[in-house]
């Protein structure tokens, strides 16, 4: 996973990651869905990692106890499949004052091995001042 130091245009790019049958299953079981295809929210578990590394980057001195998540959208661009290798990538759109804290907004591309978007999420987050 890699970053780099400006904070508005922040960028974190994740490791490939195979969808395998077994992953499949796994998270299929834990929410209840059928186990014979990919449930679109198996995204949210592949991204997670980056929007973590966002989420810590120590540039953006988020306090996730003081911190609201206000805002989140997706579009699936098409189903997630067994064996597609997939790449999540984070980018922060937005960085403002808002009522005594901080709107941060990043946007999540989850891309395939030829760079399609497979799914992508905006996501908000109303946080507190943290002293730098």
């Not at 306090?63 to 290798?85: C, K, N, Y």
């Amino acid at each position: 996973m890699s970053t780099d130091n400006a904070v508005d245009g922040l960028v974190v790019v994740g490791d490939p990651v195979t969808v395998t049958t077994e992953v499949v299953a796994r998270f299929a079981e834990a929410v209840g869905a059928p186990a014979d295809q990919a449930p679109a929210t198996l995204a949210a578990a592949l991204t997670a990692p980056v929007q973590r590394a966002v989420m810590a980057h120590p540039a953006l001195r988020i306090d996730l106890s003081r911190t609201l998540h206000t805002a989140q959208t997706s579009e699936h661009h098409r189903p997630i499949r067994v064996g597609d290798v997939l790449t999540a990538t984070a980018t922060v759109t937005g960085v403002r004052s808002a009522r005594g804290g901080r709107m941060i907004g990043f946007d999540t591309v989850l891309r395939d091995a030829d760079g399609a978007a497979v799914q992508s999420l905006c996501s908000a987050l109303l946080t507190a001042e943290v002293e730098a």
